[in-house]
Nanobody, 124 residues
Framework: VQLQASGGGLVQPGGSLRLSCAASGLPFDDYAIAWFRQAPGKEREQISCISNRKGNPYYADSVKGRFTISRDNAKNTVDLQMDSLKPADTAVYFC??????????????????WGQGTLVTVSS
């Protein structure tokens, strides 16, 4: 199983980035896919998750209204469109796959597979 996160970079406050998570080696339709982030000195937090099959989204309050998660089961990908970025969004972003997890409620250790992380820096 492999998850490959991409799309990070340096962006100015108010700008946008689109992260992508490409999965292989697992029955993609059966897994919820989440995005976590970890800023220096802070715990890893789940900021968004999309359920399997129906694709119901979850957003943490910190990103609600600014981030949009979507999945393409034909391509085994999940994207995270990030708009109106703030310096507080600076972190390493990870995608993770979980089976029988509850978006927004399941802990990080309940997700079975993780990508390598991609750095997002929001700074002027």
């Amino acid at each position: 199983v492999q998850l490959q996160a991409s799309g990070g970079g340096l962006v100015q406050p108010g700008g946008s980035l689109r992260l992508s998570c490409a999965a292989s080696g697992l029955p993609f339709d059966d897994y919820a896919i989440a995005w976590f982030r970890q800023a220096p000195g802070k715990e890893r937090e789940q900021i968004s998750c999309i359920s399997n099959r129906k694709g119901n989204p979850y957003y943490a309050d910190s990103v609600k209204g600014r981030f949009t998660i979507s999945r393409d089961n034909a391509k085994n990908t999940v994207d995270l469109q990030m708009d109106s970025l703030k310096p507080a969004d600076t972190a390493v972003y990870f995608c993770a796959a979980g089976w029988a997890v509850i978006p927004g409620m399941s802990e990080a250790n309940e997700f079975s597979y993780w990508g390598q992380g991609t750095l997002v820096t929001v700074s002027s």
